[in-house]
């Protein structure tokens, strides 16, 4: 496989799932791809009995600090999420669901599941494994190709 191959099939891939729609998320639901991932973060965090910062939500997202104000806004705007200043250190803002975030993250858990079983059911039972195995392996790829390089400072 070439470079050019594997760029043609990862945006293919991108296109086709509808990951550019930045106001419906390819499940089909009418709400922009990165609350939906947002939401999905808190209430995976809530289910655990954790409760995330802004910087958690920053980091498992993976986008820049006014990026994720923007869009904790958003979320506040829309009565999804509640924010709290931390009582241990003022700097931390500390997220949790609203009722209305929960049942939208509740929601777009079951569309999204249907969205990925019908999928599944479209991949033939004998490569489905190979699938999900190659996925993996791009998505270890992606981890590190973006890490940084170690600084000439930090070998000694």
Same mark, same amino acid.
């Given at each position: 496989?070439?470079?050019?191959?594997?760029? &043609?099939?990862?945006?293919?891939?991108?296109? $086709?799932? $509808?990951? =550019?729609?930045?106001?419906?998320?390819?499940? $089909?639901?009418?709400?922009?791809?990165?609350?939906?991932?947002?939401?999905?973060? =808190?209430?995976?965090?809530?289910?655990?009995? *954790?409760? =995330? &910062?802004?910087?958690?939500?920053?980091?498992? /997202?993976? %986008?820049?600090? @006014?990026?994720?104000?923007?869009? %904790?806004?958003?979320?506040?705007?829309?009565?999804?999420?509640?924010?709290?200043? @931390?009582?241990?250190? $003022?700097?931390?803002?500390?997220?949790? =669901?609203?009722a209305a975030g929960r049942r939208m993250a509740g929601h777009l858990?079951?569309? &999204? /599941?249907?969205?990925?079983?019908? %999928?599944?059911?479209?991949?033939?039972?004998?490569?489905? *494994?190979?699938? !999900?195995?190659?996925?993996? !392996?791009?998505?270890?790829?992606?981890?590190?190709?973006?890490?940084?390089?170690?600084?000439? &400072?930090?070998?000694?």
């Open positions: 496989m070439t470079t050019r191959e594997l760029r &043609s099939e990862v945006r293919a891939f991108v296109r $086709g799932f $509808g990951l =550019l729609d930045e106001e419906r998320t390819p499940c $089909g639901v009418r709400v922009a791809p990165r609350e939906a991932h947002a939401l999905a973060v =808190l209430a995976e965090a809530e289910q655990a009995g *954790a409760q =995330l &910062s802004q910087s958690d939500l920053r980091r498992a /997202l993976g %986008i820049d600090k @006014s990026n994720v104000t923007r869009l %904790i806004q958003r979320l506040r705007d829309d009565g999804r999420v509640e924010q709290d200043v @931390s009582e241990e250190d $003022g700097r931390v803002r500390h997220l949790r =669901l609203t858990e079951e569309q &999204s /599941l249907l969205r990925f079983q019908s %999928i599944l059911d479209a991949i033939p039972c004998a490569e489905r *494994a190979a699938v !999900v195995r190659a996925l993996h !392996v791009l998505n270890c790829a992606l981890r590190r190709a973006t890490e940084e390089p170690p600084h000439a &400072s930090d070998a000694t």
